[in-house]
């Protein structure tokens, strides 16, 4: 029977990021991923790399600004190894109103110069403050194409279309895991199940899907919006291809991945009144996706009580910022390293009761 060093559960950003920082280590790794990998809240996310905002916890602000700092590299890799362009972009973003800026340290910002109309002509006079953010964007489908790919070219082995049912044990210790249609040997096994991590046994995690809607539309020029624009009612996050992303809700409402017309077009209508040249973009799709949400809104990074058993999952809104960090933090984790950010306040071990 074949063996790996780690398998990974979940082929979203984060389990696959992580398999090739363990590669690198020389790890044999296997993904296994209910779907198909990169299509669940990968897929969905907008891509904007929000290192400091309102909805941030303090907590993970380290691990976010670490993150963000590691993504031009972390970008150009992947890009390098797959041929696929990500799009990352650091045209910056424009922020109303300016006191939803988190108010730690070490986050640049500056108030968006008089007239705004300068900065970014397409938008309309909100009549409130606005701050300029040195943030990057990045298109997450393409990331996680490119990722997919990187993977399989540091010959990371997947399994996709099964499920994992649960871990394995032997004398308390992990041996692999059990899928519907097989079983796959290895002597660690890494969480990455996103809104599913707490459906495995033999550890009942606390996530959730929190149900995102979102849009995307088309102008007539490329460059109707280019820098990433975040207000209190919807965003704006433009491609390089034209594409405008606008987004999002926060719904609790299960595993119910449905889009709700009044809802989209609440969305669109609200682009509009920031930007109004996008009365005439052309609506391209409209989605949902559910995020990996945790009791506190902070992810479960760390080794589980289980020994050789780990989890990564509950990234909630950031998982697509805290991909490069998560990978390399957790690779450390399970390569018996101590890992170079301390991450106890993500630990699994603080929802054991």
Known sequence: MKAWDVIIIGGGIIGLSLSIALRKRGAKVLVVERGEPGQEASHAAAGMLVECGLETPALLQPLAAASARMYPEFAHELQDESGIDVDLRDQGTILFPAEHLCASAGFGADIAPPPLAEVEPALADPGIPAVFLQERSVDPRALGTAALRAAKHRDVD?????????????????????????????????????????????????????????????????????????????????????????????????????TDVDTIQRLHHAAIRMVPALSEARMLQAWAGLRPGTPDALPILGAATTPGYFVATGHFRDGILLAPITARLMAQVITGMKPEIDISAFSPSRFAN
């Not at 991590?197 to 102008?219: D, E, N, W």
């Open 158 to 258: 997947i399994s996709s279309g099964t499920e994992v049912k649960d871990v394995l044990l032997l004398s308390g210790r992990v041996t692999g895991v059990r899928t519907e249609k097989t079983s796959y040997a290895a002597a660690a096994v890494v969480n990455c199940a996103g809104a599913w991590a707490g459906h495995i046994p033999p550890h009942q995690f606390p996530t959730r899907p929190v149900k995102g809607q979102m849009l995307s539309v088309v102008g007539a020029s490329r460059n109707v919006l280019r820098h990433v624009i975040r207000a209190p009612d919807v965003y704006l996050v433009p491609r390089s291809d034209g594409r405008i992303v606008i987004g999002s809700t926060l719904e609790e409402a299960g595993y119910d991945k449905r």
